[in-house]
T-cell receptor
Framework: DAGITQSPRHKVTETGTPVTLRCHQTENHRYMYWYRQDPGHGLRLIHYSYGVKDTDKGEVSDGYSVSRSKTEDFLLTLESATSSQTSVYFC????????????FGDGTRLSIL | SQQGEEDPQALSIQEGENATMNCSYKTSINNLQWYRQNSGRGLVHLILIRSNEREKHSGRLRVTLDTSKKSSSLLITASRAADTASYFCATDRGNTPLVFGKGTRLSVIA
């Protein structure tokens, strides 16, 4: 398996609190992605990064911010969590964008009460 | 917006039977990929097929691509209980992030 670690794996928090999810890779891949997965919606892209300090928005970026200060770490932050952000969050990595497979972490289950 | 749409949403078959899942997409693509997701786990890449390819095989998996119909199919032959999972197609248009469909839930009954 590709070396991708997501932390935490589970988190329960309250509306209005800040939340940061971490994705760590040991593959030295250039591209990193954050997705959310919800019933009936499949997998939707939140933000992605194509290098250190280079990020771009995905389909559902509102309410989320990201940072990548090192090749191996990609952070997803919910500045003020809302119940609509309850979801399973997946990090993925790839060497290039689109024409190579993405490798996924095992997800973070986030519940916002 | 979702680029790929899988069909059917759910499929239940007996062990040993073949399973076919379809993916339709809306705009021209560069590549199409298929992924599997076991319950509680991340997605695992199965096959990538380029827009100039029509068919690819990997073990018991066969993927076809018809760009004129904007559709792809994934065939799993001689299904096993371990094939029970959700299957997703994903497309890109060249230097763009992948866009995933909503998936097909496959249940293989022993």
């Amino acid at each position: 398996d590709a070396g991708i670690t997501q932390s935490p794996r589970h988190k329960v928090t309250e509306t209005g609190t800040p939340v940061t999810l971490r994705c760590h890779q040991t593959e030295n891949h250039r591209y990193m992605y954050w997705y959310r997965q919800d019933p009936g919606h499949g997998l939707r892209l939140i933000h992605y990064s194509y290098g250190v300090k280079d990020t771009d928005k995905g389909e559902v970026s509102d309410g989320y911010s990201v940072s990548r200060s090192k090749t191996e770490d990609f952070l997803l932050t919910l500045e003020s969590a809302t119940s609509s952000q309850t979801s399973v969050y997946f990090c993925a990595i790839s060497g290039t964008d689109g024409n190579q497979p993405q490798h996924f972490g095992d997800g973070t289950r986030l519940s916002i009460l | 917006s979702q680029q790929g749409e899988e069909d059917p949403q759910a499929l239940s078959i007996q062990e040993g039977e073949n399973a076919t899942m379809n993916c339709s997409y809306k705009t021209s693509i560069n590549n199409l990929q298929w992924y599997r997701q076991n319950s509680g786990r991340g997605l695992v890449h199965l096959i990538l097929i380029r827009s100039n390819e029509r068919e690819k095989h990997s073990g018991r998996l066969r993927v076809t691509l018809d760009t004129s119909k904007k559709s792809s199919s994934l065939l799993i032959t001689a299904s096993r209980a371990a094939d029970t999972a959700s299957y997703f197609c994903a497309t890109d248009r060249g230097n763009t992030p992948l866009v995933f469909g909503k998936g097909t839930r496959l249940s293989v009954i022993a």
